[in-house]
């Protein structure tokens, strides 16, 4: 039986990987309630940059600094302030009792939520993912290919596949930086939230509030359970409480072990072009096997 050998040099295999990268994307939402807040996002996930070495004993692909890009990305809280009122004091009383005259009482944060707060995050966390990689040969068996002949599904583009996948060994999302504008848009975003939901108020009442509370944006965050660190607060609610983080990571594994083969050809193959008038000569390509070395990777296979 005839041997064919396929091979692809670490360069035009990274251009494979390249092409693989850039046709990934994918967007996610969710929301959920935590504690006296809620919150939702919706997140746009891409890939860019990343390094690629071919390593042999073992046959490895390690992928190093593949850049997560989440952009866009919208964080919305809902926060549910405790009730406060203000006013109602007696300025006349009456010398039988009771009051004659009294400021009026009004009551604010009687909502829920009382305040909204739409962050726009796009551009703010810098993550990357790392990962040693198998090249997994998959056959598929194309039902377009139902009932017509290897020419039939050649001149129809319904042949049958070799495909070949990044099957991952070990993956790991690294969580480089939440740049540290985070905090001021975070706070300004609670004050313009605060000052829509507060402006149509009297100022001694906004006055009498602001010596209430010590500061509604310190309450807010005393809410948000943020002490010093804004960065760790929102790695928390997107990593673990939304379990964004690992989401990415089952997302990339399975988009490149299960989902787009970084190469693949047809079956049979075509061998020679048809030349006009002419119809291709097909060989079957049987038993495929990958080898990796340090300067390219090889798929052999036997032709019928």
């Known amino acids: 039986m005839a041997h064919i050998n396929l091979a692809a040099s670490e360069k035009a295999f990274k251009g494979l990987f390249e092409n693989l990268r850039d046709s990934l994307a994918v967007s996610t939402s969710d929301s959920g309630s935590f ?11 891409r890939l860019e ?7 042999d004993s073992p046959d490895e692909v390690h992928i190093s600094e593949l850049d997560v890009v989440i952009d866009p990305l919208t964080l919305t809280l809902g926060i549910d302030l405790p009730e406060i009122c203000v006013g109602g004091w007696c300025i006349i009383p009456s010398p039988f009792g009771g009051c ?8 604010i944060f009687s909502a829920n939520p009382d305040i909204t707060i739409p962050l726009d995050l796009s551009g703010i966390i810098t993550s990357e993912i790392s990962g040693a990689f198998d090249i997994d040969a998959s056959y598929f068996t194309n039902p377009a290919h139902a009932g017509m002949s290897d020419h039939q599904a050649f001149f129809s583009g319904n ?12 993956i790991d999302f690294d969580l480089i930086d939440i740049s540290d504008t985070v905090g001021n848009i975070l706070d300004s975003a609670i004050e313009f939230a605060i000052d829509g939901l507060l402006g149509w108020l009297p100022g001694w009442v906004r006055d009498a509030l ?22 760790e607060w929102l790695s928390d609610l997107l990593g673990v409480s939304f379990g964004l983080f690992d989401f990415i990571l089952t997302w990339v594994a399975d988009e490149l072990a299960k989902n787009f083969p970084i190469f693949k050809f047809e079956d049979p193959y075509p061998i ?5 008038g002419q119809i291709p000569v097909l060989v079957p390509v049987l038993n495929v096997d990958v080898d990796i070395d340090e300067t390219e990777l090889i798929i052999s296979g036997d032709i019928g």
């Open 210 to 231: 602001s010596w209430l509370l010590g500061g509604i944006v310190d309450v807010v965050r005393g809410l948000l359970d943020i002490v010093d660190d804004i960065d």
């Open 159 to 170: 042949q049958h596949e070799w495909q070949f996948f990044l099957d991952p060994i070990w």
């Open 49 to 55: 940059g990343g390094s690629i070495d071919l390593k």
């Open 100 to 107: 004659w005259v009294r400021l009026p009482e009004i009551c």
């Open 272 to 276: 020679l072009a048809p030349a006009p």
């Open 35 to 45: 504690g006296p807040f809620t919150a939702s996002y919706s997140a746009g996930i």
